[in-house]
């Protein structure tokens, strides 16, 4: 396949799957693995990605929306799937018919849900998000027990879990706001046993908790960027390091392109929209089909770099819609349709998304989860 296509996105298998194995170990057998596969799993692909995981004991699959749910089932995928986003109130009667999990933590969610499970004569399953401190979605936990009361008069509703997240885990390493939400979610789960409401499955471990704080793991533990061989933040890495908790992580996805032209320049002739880049030397340019339409920022212009035969080519230019521009004067072996690494390893050299990431100021998941979901996804 890949040699009918200029532009491609690798997933490593075998990567995945190692990475998958390192967080089961920490979390143990007797809690349920939840691989989250969200906003195209990350940018890695989310249909390529569930079927790996699925076959790497993993037991749950997390999604943002219902659409995305939806793809799953329509792909013959039956695990139990959790959205963990905001379901309209017209897609309900979707999630009942194709068994998806959903997160609630409005009472207009509640009433829509015991309608269409009522019309239906069909159980729906719930998961009620709490706030401990993200102030993002979730219920205030003095409107809990009423959320709770309304959810129990409707027997067609089941309250399957209850969750949270946090919200200051990942970019630091003094770790007491997290610790204090934890606080906050035992607090809730408390005043839930002494109202003898019992929820079989509790979970508020992301990535970075999976790694650091056992104590988060509850039933079921989410991971997401760290399953995909990407830290959560450097923060995260040191203080697995103070830690002594030791995981190898290891980059699944690899982002390629091919050479649409090689192009003689003379010295002094600008190079790109804008003219941002003169040329300095008589140069040897390589046009490449790619650039911000898929996912390749614009904020890379004249700082990145991308691998030719194991050799760094420098960006010259803007980086345009469809096309960046790179300099392989120094690469004269160079040939059109040649490999270009845009992400990942070629021979000694490596491309990373935290490198992309730091250029144009933000984190590695913006850079994977943008690359445009038209760019073919191959596993390797």
Request: with cysteine; hydrophobic share 40%; proline share 4%.
């Given at each position: ?5 200029m ?5 490593d298998r075998?990567?995945?799957?190692h990475?998958l194995?390192?967080?089961?170990k920490?979390i ?8 989250v596969?969200?906003a ?6 989310i ?7 699925l076959q790497?004991?993993v037991?749950?699959?997390?999604v943002?929306s ?6 799953l089932?329509q792909k ?8 963990v ?13 194709h068994d998806?999990?959903c997160t609630v933590?409005n009472?207009?969610?509640?009433e829509?849900?015991?309608a ?28 809990l027990l ?7 008069e409707y027997?067609q ?10 919200a200051?885990?990942?970019d630091t390493t003094?770790h007491s706001?997290?610790k204090?939400q934890?606080?906050?979610?035992h607090r809730?789960?408390?005043t ?5 409401v ?10 970075a ?6 104590e988060?793991?509850f ?22 390091l ?25 010295k002094?002739?600008?190079i ?9 030397r008589d140069t040897?340019?390589?046009v ?21 035969r ?6 010259r230019?803007r ?10 004067t ?6 059109v349709?040649e490999e270009?690494?845009?992400i990942?390893r ?12 730091s ?8 850079i994977?989860?943008g ?10």
């Open positions: 396949m890949k040699k009918n296509i532009q491609w996105v690798e997933i075998r990567a995945l799957i990475n194995s390192q967080f089961r920490f143990g057998k007797e809690r349920k693995l939840l691989a596969v969200k195209n799993a990350y940018g890695h692909g249909l390529e990605v569930s079927t790996i995981v790497a004991d037991d749950w699959l997390g943002t219902l659409e995305e749910g939806l793809l089932r013959g995928i039956r695990c139990p799937v959790l959205i986003g905001y379901v309209p109130l017209h897609g309900l009667e979707e999630v009942v018919i998806l999990k933590y009472f207009e969610s509640v829509g849900l015991a269409v499970s009522r019309r239906l004569r069909k159980k729906a399953y719930l998961h009620l998000k709490v706030e401990t401190g993200t102030y993002r979605q979730g219920i205030r936990e003095e409107e009423s959320l709770v009361r309304k959810v129990q027997p509703l089941v309250i399957e879990g209850i969750s949270s997240h946090f200051n885990i990942e003094d706001y997290a204090g934890l606080e906050n979610f809730m789960l408390e839930l046993r002494k109202e003898r019992n929820i079989p499955i509790k979970h508020m471990s992301c990535t908790s999976a790694i650091l704080f056992p988060t793991y039933d079921l533990v989410r991971v997401g960027i760290g399953m995909y061989g990407l830290w959560p933040s450097k923060e995260t890495y040191l203080s697995s103070l830690q002594k908790r030791h995981l190898l992580l290891k980059p699944v996805l690899s982002w390629k392109t091919r050479v649409a032209q090689i192009k003689r320049v003379p002094g002739s600008f790109g929209y804008g003219c941002t880049y003169r040329a300095n040897v340019l390589a490449l089909p790619v650039g911000y339409a898929d996912g390749y920022r614009r904020g890379l212009s004249n700082s990145s770099y991308v691998l030719i194991g050799e760094r080519a420098l960006l230019g980086v345009a819609m469809n096309f960046i521009m790179v300099d392989i120094d690469i004269p072996e160079a040939r349709e270009a690494v845009l990942g070629d021979q000694d050299e490596v491309i990373s998304a935290d490198y992309l990431a250029l144009v100021g933000t984190i590695n998941y913006e994977v989860s690359i445009n979901p038209h760019v073919p996804r191959i596993v390797i």
